[in-house]
């Protein structure tokens, strides 16, 4: 922390684009923590804001209810199949909170005290309170913190780049499903299956190879096991779908959104249920069915207003069809980015992309200078006009959604010669 200093001020947000108090223009290649739709200042969204503002600021959502978030609940539930009703809070790790208590809670609900246990992917992130905490796990994150959270059964990710010596990635990847159904049989215990869907971001963008998600949802169908899905940082067009598990086919129980939600504007998350875990907390006033949690600003109206026009947004301007295209781009750069020596991997999808950083392609050793990689690269993105944060030793792309197909290009350009200006330094250090 100390190796920061002080931090450069952003003043104003135009598009794509980041400015800082002295003038210098950024563009934001991690839309503003991976959140950010149609650009800054987008004037559609700033109007809702506004208008909704002058109309009703908060009120709560405890015995009461408010227009924006009736009708935010009915477009979520339109677009996201199998699912029934929505739980609003404030933040992606709140509405990952709110997921695991709904799945324990159900169990209850419905006279099974037995299943208490949750089943995760290894290195899976999913927030940074303590539950959310506990459900992921990337060691370098939450290690300190270790005794602290509850045990989950973690299962790996079969992951291209590093396969066990002995299998074809084919082969690891039933392995790895043989594990988990193994687990399955003996254990009746488990009430949930949580993880990201479509790719771990956070843990490294680890892309599931075709099919993965698929079969862990049939796994817990067949085992009654409930299936719950992170769509916080992978929904929304993320990874080129409206909604991941409509893609990978794999309907969940339950499923949380959050980030791009709002288009990036204010905080907001929603966690959807099907009809059977809703019905399951019907109960009378005495069975004590009900879930106790909530939060201040719980279906938060200004909020609501904001994530309808970015619903709104979408389909007028057709955006899912608009990321495909543009996220053509990336591609066009593989080529050029795998040359350089220090990249061992690229691993893209939609608007995501990681680039490993290693020291020996051969020995796929991952970069790790004593000094922050993170800081010589955000010095280095600045030198060169972009905002760049890294994770460890992958270098992160997540720009707006609504990007240009120019301005990525200018991105991609751009990450190109920091990585390069970037070698340098991290080899020396
Ligand atoms: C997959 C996933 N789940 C949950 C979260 C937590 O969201 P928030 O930072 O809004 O609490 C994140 C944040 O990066 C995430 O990537």
């Not at 947000?13 to 002295?22: A, P, R, T």
């Not at 009708?71 to 709140?94: C, E, Q, R």
């Not at 990978?248 to 939600?261: E, N, R, T």
């Given at each position: 922390m100390k190796e920061w200093g002080s931090f450069d001020t952003i003043t104003k947000g135009k598009g794509v684009w980041l400015i800082d108090s002295k003038g210098n223009k950024l563009l934001d290649g991690v839309a503003s923590m991976w959140c950010n739709v149609w650009?800054?200042?987008?004037p559609e969204l700033v109007k809702a804001i506004t208008n909704q503002s002058k109309k009703l600021q908060h009120a709560p959502l405890f015995n009461l209810t408010n227009e924006p978030a009736e009708k935010l609940a009915d477009n979520l539930v339109k677009i996201s199949p199998g699912m029934h009703k929505v739980f609003y809070s404030d933040n992606g790790s709140t509405a990952m909170e709110i997921a695991i208590k709904l799945a324990l809670q159900y169990w209850k609900n419905i006279g099974?005290?037995?299943?208490?246990e949750i089943a995760t992917l290894k290195?899976?992130?999913?927030?940074?309170t303590f539950g959310a905490m506990s459900v992921g796990f990337v060691p370098e994150f939450f290690g300190k913190f270790k005794k602290q959270l509850f045990s989950t059964i973690q299962f790996s990710v079969p992951n291209k780049y590093r396969i066990p010596k002995g299998f074809t990635f084919l082969d690891y990847q039933n392995h790895c499903l043989e594990n988990i159904e193994k687990r399955f049989t003996k254990n009746s215990n488990i009430a949930a299956f949580v993880m990201e869907s479509g790719a771990q971001v956070a843990g490294g963008v680890m892309i599931y190879p075709k099919g993965f998600q698929k079969k862990i949802s049939n796994l817990c169908k067949k085992y009654n096991i409930l299936f719950v899905l992170d769509e916080?940082?992978?929904g929304f067009g993320r990874l080129?779908?409206?909604?991941?598990y409509d893609e990978q086919k794999s309907i969940p129980d339950i499923v949380a959104f959050g980030k791009m939600l709002t288009g990036g504007y204010l905080t907001m998350a929603a966690t959807l249920t099907n009809k059977k875990i809703y019905d399951?907390?019907?109960?009378?006033?005495?069975?004590?069915?009900?879930?106790f949690h909530g939060h201040?600003?719980?279906?938060n109206p200004i909020a609501a207003a904001v994530a309808n026009e970015n619903l709104k947004m979408y389909k007028k301007n057709n955006l899912i069809k608009k990321i495909q295209k543009t996220s053509k781009i990336f591609e066009k750069f593989y080529q050029e980015i795998s040359e350089?020596?220090?990249?061992g991997d690229i691993r893209h999808k939609g608007m995501l992309m990681g680039i490993e950083l290693v020291t020996s392609k051969k020995k796929k050793t991952p970069i790790h200078p004593k000094k922050s990689i993170n800081k010589i690269f955000f010095e280095e993105g600045k030198k060169n006009g972009i905002y760049l944060r890294t994770l460890g030793n992958i270098v992160m792309l997540v720009p707006?959604?609504?990007?240009?197909e120019k301005e990525l290009d200018f991105l991609l350009n751009r990450t190109i010669k920091t990585i390069k200006a970037a070698k340098s330094k991290l080899v020396n250090c």
């Amino acid at each position: 922390m100390k190796e920061w200093g002080s931090f450069d001020t952003i003043t104003k947000g135009k598009g794509v684009w980041l400015i800082d108090s002295k003038g210098n223009k950024l563009l934001d290649g991690v839309a503003s923590m991976w959140c950010n739709v149609w650009g800054h200042s987008n004037p559609e969204l700033v109007k809702a804001i506004t208008n909704q503002s002058k109309k009703l600021q908060h009120a709560p959502l405890f015995n009461l209810t408010n227009e924006p978030a009736e009708k935010l609940a009915d477009n979520l539930v339109k677009i996201s199949p199998g699912m029934h009703k929505v739980f609003y809070s404030d933040n992606g790790s709140t509405a990952m909170e709110i997921a695991i208590k709904l799945a324990l809670q159900y169990w209850k609900n419905i006279g099974d005290e037995k299943k208490t246990e949750i089943a995760t992917l290894k290195n899976g992130y999913h927030g940074d309170t303590f539950g959310a905490m506990s459900v992921g796990f990337v060691p370098e994150f939450f290690g300190k913190f270790k005794k602290q959270l509850f045990s989950t059964i973690q299962f790996s990710v079969p992951n291209k780049y590093r396969i066990p010596k002995g299998f074809t990635f084919l082969d690891y990847q039933n392995h790895c499903l043989e594990n988990i159904e193994k687990r399955f049989t003996k254990n009746s215990n488990i009430a949930a299956f949580v993880m990201e869907s479509g790719a771990q971001v956070a843990g490294g963008v680890m892309i599931y190879p075709k099919g993965f998600q698929k079969k862990i949802s049939n796994l817990c169908k067949k085992y009654n096991i409930l299936f719950v899905l992170d769509e916080i940082a992978t929904g929304f067009g993320r990874l080129g779908s409206m909604v991941q598990y409509d893609e990978q086919k794999s309907i969940p129980d339950i499923v949380a959104f959050g980030k791009m939600l709002t288009g990036g504007y204010l905080t907001m998350a929603a966690t959807l249920t099907n009809k059977k875990i809703y019905d399951s907390y019907l109960g009378e006033f005495n069975d004590w069915k009900h879930l106790f949690h909530g939060h201040t600003y719980t279906g938060n109206p200004i909020a609501a207003a904001v994530a309808n026009e970015n619903l709104k947004m979408y389909k007028k301007n057709n955006l899912i069809k608009k990321i495909q295209k543009t996220s053509k781009i990336f591609e066009k750069f593989y080529q050029e980015i795998s040359e350089i020596d220090i990249v061992g991997d690229i691993r893209h999808k939609g608007m995501l992309m990681g680039i490993e950083l290693v020291t020996s392609k051969k020995k796929k050793t991952p970069i790790h200078p004593k000094k922050s990689i993170n800081k010589i690269f955000f010095e280095e993105g600045k030198k060169n006009g972009i905002y760049l944060r890294t994770l460890g030793n992958i270098v992160m792309l997540v720009p707006p959604l609504a990007i240009s197909e120019k301005e990525l290009d200018f991105l991609l350009n751009r990450t190109i010669k920091t990585i390069k200006a970037a070698k340098s330094k991290l080899v020396n250090c």
